[in-house]
């Protein structure tokens, strides 16, 4: 069904996002639909350490691939990740010390991540926040809310909000117009982002009454989508993903490296240009962070290095995106395969893209 927007027997609310979330595959039905081998619904059974779901649609999109395929794994638990590695973390961002009102996590100078929900549309085995995301322990309220904007308001230093969870896009339409129309109303802020994977778990949710709630106010909105595969990118989302777009909503991707997902080169291209495709500017590659139970979901630095100079000047420059590792702490850190080989007192040794090495002037002459 890459193509139509209901497979053939879809029931007559296929489309309907409420109803999508209400008939969420989880426990034995989700097993019973991929025939889980017995050791992952045995896993599953007694409680994986993340909540598990999955939305009718995109079971539909993983089925076309198979129970091991590129999208399946990003969601259906697996007995693997009971194999713990030594440096996997709970909270592999160390985001917990940082927070500074409810919800509100301040690590760089000048931005916050504001945590709205705890929810999502289905859930990614290797969430970075799994400590956190569908315990029904942080969903914000009024008051909290309240508090968040009010620390915001109160903190000039802040250019932007990125506001992520939890899927935002899973607030009713009405309160997210709200608390952006808030945001928007703070004098110091120049832009407003929105992190999210509904339009690939659930792109019936973004709808005209939604592109209209997130057109830009005083200050624009940019919304980043999440996706790691091209095959997350049917027609149907690619349409959807145009109402965003043509409301004049600037939309970037971010990608997570994961093993049997997306770490080959081709697969990372034509994810890339599938989402420019789309009109979602590539943004970050993103290293899987050492989250607890992950390793079968991660590759090294260096396979992630090797990749970037697979897609660097062999691709579109629109296609490659900052390939980022996250350091406990110590934030983002974009890293690049290294291009200088050597230098003289007055050139540099620089590899280029097709392996040859070439001198470079770097002798400024002072005026
Ligand atoms: C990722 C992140 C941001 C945004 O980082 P950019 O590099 O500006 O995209 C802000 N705050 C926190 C805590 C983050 O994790
Ligand atoms: S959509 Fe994001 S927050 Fe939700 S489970 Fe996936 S990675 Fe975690």
């Known amino acids: 069904m890459t193509d139509a927007a209901t497979p053939d027997t879809a029931p007559p609310n296929w489309l309907d996002w409420r109803w999508q979330l209400q008939h969420t595959l989880r426990g034995p039905a989700l097993a019973q639909r991929f025939n889980l081998p017995p050791a992952s619904a045995a896993w599953m059974a007694t409680g994986a350490g993340f909540e598990i779901g999955v939305t009718p649609w995109f079971a539909d999109l993983c089925a076309e691939q198979g129970r091991d395929g590129a999208l399946a794994r990003q969601v259906l638990p697996s007995?693997?990740?009971?194999?713990?590695?030594?440096?996997?973390?709970?909270?592999?961002?160390?985001?917990?010390?940082?927070?500074?009102?409810?919800?509100?996590?301040h690590k760089y100078p000048d931005r916050v991540l504001l945590l709205v929900t705890d929810t999502c549309a289905s859930y990614c085995r290797y969430c970075t926040r799994a400590r956190w995301v569908a315990t029904q322990s942080e969903s914000l309220d009024s008051a909290a809310l309240d508090a968040a904007i009010a620390w915001i308001a109160a903190n000039p230093m802040i250019r932007d909000v990125l506001i992520s969870g939890g899927d935002p896009l899973l607030l009713s339409t009405r309160r997210l117009s709200r608390l952006l129309d808030r945001l928007a109303a703070i004098d110091h802020l120049q832009f407003i982002r929105i992190g999210t994977r509904v339009p690939v778990f659930l792109p019936m949710r973004v709808d005209a009454a939604l592109a209209d709630a997130l057109r830009p106010r005083r200050i624009p909105i940019y919304v980043n989508v999440h996706i790691n595969h091209y095959?997350?990118?049917?027609?149907?989302?690619?349409?959807?993903?145009?109402?965003?777009?043509?409301?004049?909503?600037?939309?970037?991707?971010?990608?997570?490296l994961l093993r049997g997902v997306n770490d080959d080169v081709n697969t990372l291209r034509d994810t890339f240009y599938r989402m420019l495709a789309c009109r979602v500017r590539p943004y970050y590659l993103f290293h899987c962070d050492p989250v607890i139970g992950t390793s079968h979901l991660r590759t090294t630095v260096d396979r992630g290095l090797e990749l970037m100079a697979g897609l660097v000047g062999h691709v579109s420059g629109m296609a490659v995106p900052k390939y980022c590792v996250d350091l406990e702490g110590g934030g983002k850190v974009p890293l690049w395969p290294s291009y200088i080989e050597g230098r003289t007192p007055t050139a540099l040794r620089v590899r280029?893209?097709?392996?040859?090495?070439?001198?470079?002037?770097?002798?400024?002459?002072?005026?």
Not at 231 to 256: H, K, M, N, S, Y
Not at 352 to 367: M, V
Request: avoid cysteine.
């Open 79 to 105: 007995r693997e990740e009971a194999d713990i590695a030594a440096f996997e973390r709970a909270d592999p961002l160390g985001e917990d010390p940082h927070r500074v009102a409810p919800g509100v996590v």
């Open 231 to 256: 095959a997350e990118l049917p027609d149907f989302t690619r349409d959807r993903l145009a109402l965003l777009a043509d409301a004049g909503i600037p939309l970037g991707g971010q990608a997570v």
């Open 352 to 367: 280029g893209y097709d392996g040859q090495l070439h001198a470079y002037p770097n002798e400024p002459r002072e005026p």
